[in-house]
């Protein structure tokens, strides 16, 4: 195009200014890319199925206040008085997954394995707890009530049965087959047979590596670290949790007592990466903003330093299209000069960040996407002012100089 020479000419008599916008928005580009690829992990996190009916479930637990109180008995009395609710479709004992609090174990698939094991969080439940969480079996069958054991904390026996998440099995047992198979604490040589295979359960803590891997135990234990889990009946939830939080309280006074649903569980869980979808979000938004805000600025000050030029070119016959394409062209060879800048320094930015901190890869699609996008964004900046540039008229500029 004719208006290239011109346009290189006036930015090299700018250039300090010119080169400041293409770094600024390079610099942009390099952390608004990573960010995009930490939000975009964070919120798939955050959605990924939990395996369990998350949206009608109920929790309670509680303290009692007298040293010597029977666990074993207020359970049975409890569950005996849940499940007799209305609106209750099941309730178990046992701790809630997607909470944070748990216990975890490592796993072999032969006796007396000290090393590479598997790790995987562990429940110990009752015959109920897979319709009381919603979970699909897949593969085998549910505990029989006869397979449960009512054990004391200190107590040293070891389950024989056992159910796992299928995530789980196609990890211990890679070529199939996972179903009878026996599986053995990391170092020991008690056998449990796998007599059932769930399709999902993240856990107590979603977050981490082995989320999905969770073995389930035959066994419920007379500690306090229990809680009673309850699915409503569709639409039942809310009136359930009132329900409950009642029934409780009436049926002994002496313990205090805490209800919550599941999902305000997960929310306090997911707390952090909420807060940081946010804050990230909030950053890419303010530093698009500024970015846009400094486009503006620059054009407008280089339209008012040149309304002489601007009124001569359009007395020479320049039309207002000719005059707002000059403009959009300089700024489209700044933005272009700061996306390259930024698409390399977000990848070397991403490597570093990937080595020391673990963040997720940053694909060149998704920095080639926020490019796209924030050159369109300086396009837009610099169209109102290139707009107006092209209604000076011959005698406006004269008028100014």
């Given at each position: 195009?004719?208006e ?23 610099l ?21 199925p ?5 949206a ?75 319709d ?5 079996l ?33 990890t ?78 009436e ?76 403009f ?62 092209a ?11």
């Open positions: 195009m004719l290239l020479r011109p346009i290189l000419s006036a930015l090299w008599r700018h250039k300090i200014s010119a080169l400041l916008i293409a770094l600024q928005l390079g942009t580009l390099a952390i608004v890319s990573n960010a995009s690829v930490v939000i975009k992990e964070r919120q798939e996190r955050i959605a990924r939990t395996g369990v009916a998350e009608d479930i109920v929790t309670a637990h509680f303290m009692p206040i007298p040293k010597d109180y029977d666990m074993l008995e207020a359970f049975r009395l409890d569950m005996d008085m849940i499940r007799q609710l209305p609106g209750v479709a099941a309730a178990t004992i046992s701790r809630a997954p997607l909470t944070g609090s748990g216990s975890s174990s490592g796993f072999h698939t032969k006796p007396h394995q000290e090393v590479g094991s598997t790790g995987a969080a562990n429940f110990r439940v009752d015959e109920h707890f897979i009381a969480l919603g979970m699909k897949v593969a085998g069958r549910n505990f029989t009530p006869d397979e449960i054991r009512m054990m004391e904390s200190n107590s040293s026996e070891r389950p024989t049965k056992t159910i796992i998440t299928q995530q789980l099995a196609d211990l047992f890679p070529e199939g087959n996972a179903l009878g198979k026996p599986i053995y604490f990391g170092g020991e040589d008690n056998p449990m047979e796998i007599v059932g295979i769930v399709e999902r359960n993240l856990g107590p803590w979603p977050n981490s590596s082995i989320a999905g891997n969770t073995v389930f135990f035959p066994a419920i234990m007379d500690n306090q670290w229990y809680d009673y889990i309850v699915r409503a009946e569709p639409g039942q939830r809310d009136a359930v949790l009132k329900l409950l939080e009642e029934k409780l309280a049926r002994d006074a002496d313990r205090v007592i805490n209800v919550e649903t599941l999902e305000e569980q997960k929310t306090r869980y997911y707390a952090g990466d909420n807060t940081m979808i946010k804050v990230l979000s909030g950053v890419v938004s303010l530093l698009t903003f500024i970015v846009a805000l400094g486009i503006v600025g620059l054009t407008v000050f280089w339209i008012t330093q040149r309304q002489k030029q601007i009124g001569v070119r359009r007395a020479l016959g320049a039309t207002r299209l000719a005059i707002s394409r000059y959009l062209l300089e700024n489209l060879m700044i933005a272009a000069t700061g996306i390259v800048l930024g698409v390399a320094t977000a990848q070397i930015f991403n490597k570093f960040l990937a080595s020391e901190f673990g963040q997720p890869a940053l694909p060149l699609s998704t920095t080639l996407i926020c490019a796209f996008i924030l050159l369109a964004v300086s396009v837009a900046a610099a169209l109102v002012p290139a707009l107006r540039a209604n000076i008229s011959p005698a406006m500029a004269t008028r100014s100089v």
